[in-house]
């Protein structure tokens, strides 16, 4: 069956550290994968997309890697800070029509 | 930062009953779409829209659900016969190009269906 899984636990790491969030994936063969940044109530703010031939992109403290073999997406915050804080999704693209499969999301907690 | 919008933020309507909820997507884009998001689950693509007709829906938009823009501004997403099971938050979305686009979502408005 098709499955698309995050951490379901949340992540607690200190305010500096790097966070790691993990997008693994089954029976797909996305185009792209995006990750999503939602605070509670709120709707998906876009934060990163990779394209299924780039191994990794970066924008600021983030940085994305997409294993197409190992069928998995790493998503990493430097110098994680407090307002960091929120839950990250990630969501497959299978053809670039933006009708995006997303994962459960998995909840980041920075502390001081 | 030009943004969509969505209202209502809370409806709360019976069993039955018809609801509209509306979204202006930014004004430049051209793509349009519908998420929604069960309490507590994962957000599900519902339908998206292109040159006023649905470039793809998924098997949750079903008869009962029917999108429209109106006019050049206002996105709308009709649930004709409200059931328990469409409680949800419903997100619209909007994009630039229908390809490989960031997609920039509304804060949603929460269908609470008694």
């Known amino acids: 069956s098709q499955k698309i899984e995050q951490n379901s636990e949340a992540l607690n790491i200190q305010e500096g550290k790097t966070a790691t969030l993990t997008c693994n994936y089954t029976n797909y063969s996305p185009a792209y994968l995006q990750w999503y940044r939602q605070d509670p109530g709120r709707g998906p703010v876009f934060l990163l997309l990779i394209r299924e031939n780039e191994k990794e992109k970066r924008k600021e403290r983030l940085k994305v890697t997409f294993d197409t073999t190992l069928k998995q997406s790493l998503f990493h915050i430097t110098a994680s800070q407090p307002a960091d804080s929120a839950t990250y999704l990630c969501a497959l693209d299978l053809a670039g029509y933006n009708k995006l499969i997303f994962g459960a999301g998995t909840r980041l907690a920075v502390h001081p | 930062e030009p943004e969509v919008t969505q209202t209502p933020s809370h409806q709360v309507t019976q069993m039955g009953q018809e609801v509209i909820l509306r979204c202006v997507p930014i004004s430049n884009h051209l793509y349009f779409y519908w998420y929604r998001q069960i309490l507590g689950q994962k957000v599900e693509f519902l339908v998206s829209f292109y040159n006023n007709e649905i470039s793809e829906k998924s098997e949750i938009f079903d008869d009962q659900f029917s999108v429209e823009r109106p006019d050049g501004s206002n996105f709308t997403l009709k649930i004709r016969s409200t059931k328990l099971e469409d409680s949800a938050m419903y997100f619209c ?19 609470t269906v008694l």
């Open chain 2, 93 to 111: 979305a909007s994009s630039e190009a229908e390809k490989v686009g960031e997609l920039f979502f509304g804060e949603g408005s929460r269908l």
